[in-house]
């Protein structure tokens, strides 16, 4: 009869301690912009501002737009309530410096602007990324800005 395994056993493999969470050096805020949806003429009521969703950016390479469970599809910033916004709207990708964004053939559009502009009035090219620039606002659907930006200390503090 074999003995049981004894964690001194030279043999034996010692449990791995677990992975620690990736820290999110970055975050995009998704804010209802009412100017946006002003322009936009859409029939779906614009939803109350209040402040924006803060979501961690712990990808390189994250999906913008809404989630559809029967086509498997889970968008990392998740925009579900915008209608407005495609399943597969755009994609974020970043090389940990800088950040890019590329509409993904979107019904609607993906649109880029400087925060101290004018609204976007012509989509980005879909299938190009743009670079963002560290002012620039993605506007997409009947309301939804998006804004990414370094974390802050305290929301790193907060991702214990």
């Known amino acids: 009869m074999p003995r049981p395994a004894s964690p001194l056993d030279l043999g034996s493999t010692p449990a791995s301690p677990p992975a620690p969470a990736a820290t999110a050096e970055w975050v995009v805020?998704?804010?209802v912009d009412p100017d946006w949806h002003a322009v936009q003429q859409s029939d779906e009521p614009c939803p109350s501002p209040g402040?924006?969703?803060v979501i961690p950016l712990t990808e390189k390479s994250l999906l913008i737009g809404r989630p559809s469970r029967s086509r498997g599809i889970s968008p990392e910033?998740?925009?579900g309530d915008d209608t407005g916004v495609s399943r597969r709207q755009a994609q974020l990708t970043t090389d940990g410096q800088r950040w890019w964004v590329e509409?993904?053939?979107s019904s609607n559009g993906t649109y880029v602007a400087s925060a101290a502009?004018?609204?976007p009035e012509t989509p980005?090219?879909?299938g190009q990324r743009q670079e963002?620039?560290?002012d620039d606002r993605i506007y997409v659907g009947a309301w939804t800005r998006l804004v990414v930006?370094?974390?802050t200390p305290e929301e790193l503090a907060g991702q214990a």
């Open 117 to 119: 502009g004018p609204l």
């Open 149 to 151: 930006r370094k974390a």
């Open 77 to 79: 910033i998740d925009c």
């Open 124 to 126: 980005i090219i879909p």
């Open 132 to 134: 963002l620039k560290p």
């Open 29 to 31: 805020e998704r804010w």
């Open 51 to 53: 402040l924006p969703a």
């Open 103 to 105: 509409d993904l053939q």
